[in-house]
């Protein structure tokens, strides 16, 4: 078997087995746990590169909680210790303005001493505690877009309404395990019938979402909700990193009519685009995945042009 990127994660079949998150402590408005809402005692780090704290920070900025909850980006090139922060500059991000840390996983160890797994973003950290409060994209998000609406300037925006919900947690649950989390599996496979699996997997996903885009306008139903921006990440990214890096090379998203231009509206809703960092993205996957690309070079395409009109009314 060949060496693996991710050796914890990789399962003997070959295949990548995703972590599970380790904090996973809520903020709630209700006082129902020990995390209460509150303007400047929460901070957010994440990586413009990583998808899962793309979706973050995307939800930050259409709430409009900037003022709220500070934010800051890591490196996009990760080492043997994780994630690192920068030095104030757009290449390598911000530095750490709470601690002056080196690396984020100095926040895992204040957190849990006993720590080891590997360290994600996004992370959402408590400065009054001085710990992590959660490191589970799906549950920041839902804490961002509901628990914050006292100090955001958008709190009217529900991308979770109670009449979708149901719908949003079906879409949800097929779109990770057969689009979002299975982009990896292909990628970070170390056998060939591993990545095969993963790979069929990966475009049927993308052919259900074809078909579903040609009956509504958003997938679950005629709003724009999480299920969206959870999905959004993962499109954003698929023909500059993934159809090369990862392999998921039969169809590009240009390929698909609905879903590019579905693709490109959600780019172009007033304040998303400025969260896409491509440089960031690409240099983070070619440069860091050393075992999927030893050479580090960085690839200067595809071109692609997000401000076309997409047509969807």
């Not at 303007?39 to 973050?56: D, I």
């Not at 994630?83 to 926040?107: N, V």
């Not at 993963?198 to 074809?210: Q, S």
């Not at 490109?264 to 491509?278: D, H, K």
Request: net charge negative; glycine share 8%.
């Amino acid at each position: 078997m060949a060496t693996a990127q991710f050796g914890r994660e990789t399962g003997s079949d070959g295949s990548w087995k995703r972590q599970q998150s380790a904090f996973r402590d809520g903020v709630r408005a209700d006082g129902s746990t020990g995390f209460a809402p509150a303007a400047g005692r929460y901070h957010l780090y994440v990586c413009a590169a990583c998808p899962w704290a793309h979706r973050a920070i995307i939800v930050r900025k259409l709430k409009g909680l900037e003022d709220a909850i500070a934010m800051t980006v890591v490196d996009p090139l990760r080492d043997e210790h994780g994630w690192r922060f920068g030095h104030d500059d757009a290449e390598t991000g911000d530095r750490d303005p709470l601690h002056g840390w080196t690396y984020l996983a100095e926040a895992y160890q204040a957190s849990d001493p006993t720590f080891e797994g590997r360290v994600t973003v996004p992370t959402l950290w408590d400065t009054q505690t001085g710990r992590i409060v959660n490191n589970e994209s799906s549950d920041v998000i839902r804490i961002l877009g509901s628990e914050f609406d006292e100090f955001a300037t958008n709190p009217e925006l529900d991308l979770y309404p109670a009449d979708l919900r149901a719908e949003i947690d079906a879409v949800n649950e097929w779109v990770y395990a057969d689009i979002n989390n299975v982009v990896y599996r292909c990628g970070f496979a170390v056998t060939q019938e591993a990545y095969d699996d993963a790979f069929d997997r990966l475009f049927a996903g993308l052919d259900r979402v074809e078909e579903l885009l040609g009956t509504q306008r958003y997938l679950a139903g005629d709003r724009i909700t999480e299920a969206d921006w959870r999905l959004f990440t993962t499109l954003v990214r698929f023909d500059a990193v993934y159809v090369g890096h990862f392999k998921c090379n039969l169809r590009r998203i240009v390929d698909y009519p609905n879903t590019w231009a579905y693709a490109r509206e959600l780019f172009q809703v007033p304040g998303v685009a400025e969260t896409v960092n491509f440089d960031h993205i690409k240099r983070h996957y070619y440069v860091t995945h050393d075992q999927i690309n030893p050479t580090g070079i960085v690839p200067k395409g595809p071109a692609m042009d997000w401000s076309t009109p997409h047509g969807r009314g």
